[in-house]
């Protein structure tokens, strides 16, 4: 899709102010090929304070930093399609990707009872519903290659209220767990996730907690097609909304461009790649979806 990331428009497609970069790929042919100021590079004002505290207990003082980010963008045009992709970097070190899409719609000739599949937009015209996946497999190294996976959460757990013996309170408590195999570390798609995931390193801190990345995921998460379909093991990364796999040279991609013409019989099925090896101290990899169901006519969805 890269080679698809045509010039960029100054003030619409990215700020005046944005440095711009050509983009080279080398796809279908000999040589290399060029596209012209198709990355842009911008330092975003999100409008919201990273932190910021008033004090007006005792003593008097204000502290605070702006959010400001550093966005790197192109954007792919596929026929009717814009995908614009960012890779977000925050002040605190987080490290967000993006996905928008926006273009215009896939429509077909409104008939019969063409509203089951989709949403009237014209007076003979039918926006058609069908689904966009969006698919991420990471490959991180955190402080060495050598990685775990543990989860986060919080139950309660009852005690005697100290100043009342015959009554009991409710005290939250954390959780941590780690994350040992394969079929621990996958989240079907819908699924509930705990509430914190972090992949670690077995070197702490100065507090003595691993050096670790939380894994955050925010998705339009849609229908992914049934397990039982013919064509499913093409796509089975969809399954998940996240997957941790222990990492293999033979297992560089979860998918294959060749997966389009024959999905009956797929050259890589992201499904094999879970098997239940041990993911504790290990080189791994992470695989993350976003699947968004799109009906045309209902609004966009990002």
């Given at each position: 899709?890269?080679?698809?990331?045509?010039?960029?428009?100054?003030?619409?497609?990215?700020?005046?102010?944005?440095?711009?970069?050509?983009?080279?790929?080398?796809?279908?042919?000999?040589?290399?090929?060029?596209?012209?100021?198709?990355l842009c590079i911008f330092e975003h004002d999100s409008a919201l304070p990273l932190r910021r505290h008033f004090s007006d207990s005792q003593s008097f003082y204000y502290g605070g930093l702006r959010r400001?980010?550093?966005?790197?963008?192109?954007?792919?045009?596929?026929?009717?399609?814009?995908y614009i992709w960012d890779f977000v970097f925050h002040a605190n070190g987080a490290v967000e990707v993006r996905v928008h899409a926006t273009g215009y719609i896939s429509s077909s000739f409104l008939h019969g009872r063409g509203t089951d599949y989709g949403n009237r937009v014209g007076p003979h015209t039918l926006g058609t519903m069908h689904v966009h996946?969006?698919?991420?497999?990471?490959?991180?190294?955190?402080?060495?290659?050598?990685?775990?996976l543990e989860s986060q959460d919080m139950e309660y757990e009852f005690v005697k209220d100290p100043w009342s013996m015959q009554s009991t309170i409710e005290r939250p408590r954390l959780r941590r767990k780690r994350l040992q195999k394969e079929d621990?570390?996958?989240?079907?798609l819908n699924a509930p996730m705990p509430r914190y995931l972090s992949f670690t390193s077995p070197n702490p801190n100065k507090w003595g907690h691993p050096r670790s990345y939380?894994?955050?995921?925010?998705?339009?998460?849609?229908?992914?097609?049934?397990?039982?379909?013919?064509?499913?093991?093409?796509?089975?990364?969809?399954?998940y909304q996240l997957a941790v796999t222990k990492r293999k040279e033979e297992e560089p991609t979860s998918s294959?461009?060749?997966?389009?013409?024959?999905?009956?019989?797929?050259?890589?099925?992201?499904?094999?790649?879970?098997?239940?090896?041990?993911?504790?101290?290990?080189?791994?990899?992470?695989?993350?979806?976003?699947p968004c169901s799109w009906p045309p006519g209902a609004g966009s969805r990002g």
């Open positions: 899709m890269g080679r698809f990331a045509y010039e960029l428009v100054r003030g619409l497609d990215c700020p005046y102010t944005a440095t711009y970069v050509d983009r080279h790929y080398l796809a279908e042919a000999d040589t290399p090929k060029t596209n012209q100021n198709s400001n980010t550093l966005v790197i963008r192109s954007i792919s045009t596929l026929i009717n399609y814009d996946h969006m698919h991420y497999k990471v490959d991180l190294d955190v402080d060495g290659q050598l990685n775990s621990e570390a996958t989240f079907p939380r894994i955050q995921i925010s998705s339009f998460a849609g229908k992914h097609l049934p397990t039982n379909s013919s064509m499913e093991r093409s796509v089975s990364w969809g399954r294959s461009v060749y997966n389009q013409n024959d999905p009956w019989t797929p050259t890589v099925a992201f499904a094999d790649f879970i098997n239940n090896e041990t993911i504790t101290n290990e080189v791994m990899g992470l695989a993350v979806s976003w």
